[in-house]
């Protein structure tokens, strides 16, 4: 595959000519890439085989945690504590450094959260994550009924493990990240086709919610992972791929395209340029030319 040219700055993203190289392949379906950025590795999740994995640039691919609850977004806080949303459990966990696995979030307001999807941390050390219902059915989650009748946007405090709901007004709320200053957070609404933008509050909480980015027209599909280049730049997963984002304009420069649905991506190597993709049962990398921030 190729990158899909709609703006002739694109080039300032990643070069035209790069193409993908297939790292693994074989999975069920691929999520929730984090790079290690002192271990050097990747670790991310494959869904529906309930598994975690490691790849290194030496060793490829091993397993890294199975069962893993059928774990989905991944992130690291700042002790390099891995971070995970587990769709068979409703549950966020975080490994502790010693292995231990500690439950951070399971139930609001006496209710089992639908299902949490993907997760970011904040500078302050502050949790964020997205709950909508997709892994209350097979193949990606188990088979159950709801117990909330909403899908929300969560906080947990890094300094009182207080856990709290940002925000309800979503179909399903998937992706998020921060911007560049951290006074934004965007999160896209996978059936809606579109992203969200609301203004961070001093307190951690949120304001606003318009819809900043829209798909039609954009041959997105469904926008699933989201994240910001320390140039600003957005990207956002989809059908077709990575579709970049100027910031200030809202223009598609271009899409770093993959042959199936790519739910994720993250940045890693020593340089943070180097551009990982999970797609549906493949691992990809693609070298860039912007770079992204280490998760710690």
Not at 68 to 81: E, I, K, L, P, V
Not at 227 to 232: D, H, M, T
Not at 247 to 270: M, R
Request: charge should be negative; hydrophobic fraction near 30%.
């Amino acid at each position: 595959m190729s990158i899909e040219i709609r703006d002739p700055r694109i080039s300032d993203v990643v070069d035209p000519s790069a193409t993908l190289e297939t790292l693994a392949d074989g999975f069920g379906f691929t999520e929730g890439p984090i790079w290690h950025p002192h271990g050097r590795h990747l670790i991310f999740s494959d869904i529906p085989m309930n598994t975690m994995y490691q790849w290194t640039e030496d060793s490829g691919v091993s397993e890294y945690r199975k069962p893993s609850n059928m774990a989905n977004g991944n992130t690291y806080d700042h002790q390099g504590r891995v971070l995970t949303c587990e769709h068979a459990t409703s549950r966020v966990v975080r490994e502790n450094l010693d292995g231990t696995i500690e439950v951070l979030a399971s139930h609001w307001d006496g209710k089992e959260l639908n299902s949490p999807n993907d997760i970011v941390v904040k500078s302050d050390g502050d949790i964020y994550f997205t709950d909508p219902t997709f892994g209350r059915s097979e193949p990606s989650g188990v088979s159950r009924e709801l117990e909330l009748d909403f899908r929300g946007v969560y906080r947990i405090c890094s300094e009182t493990g207080e856990f709290s709901l940002l925000a309800s007004d979503f179909t399903q709320p998937n992706g998020l990240a921060f911007n560049t200053d951290e006074s934004e957070l965007l999160v896209a609404d996978t059936p809606e086709l579109h992203v969200k933008r609301f203004s961070v509050n001093d307190d951690g909480t949120l304001s606003g919610g318009e819809v900043y980015l829209h798909s039609t027209g954009n041959g997105w599909g469904a926008p699933d992972g989201l994240k910001v280049a320390s140039s600003g730049h957005i990207f956002c997963a989809g059908q077709g791929g990575v579709h970049i984002y100027e910031p200030e304009e809202g223009v598609c420069l271009g899409v770093i395209q993959t042959p199936a649905f790519c739910a994720n991506f993250t940045w890693g190597g020593d340089d943070m340029k180097t551009f990982f993709l999970t797609s549906s049962n493949h691992l990809y990398r693609i070298p860039l030319k912007v770079s992204g921030k280490p998760l710690f």
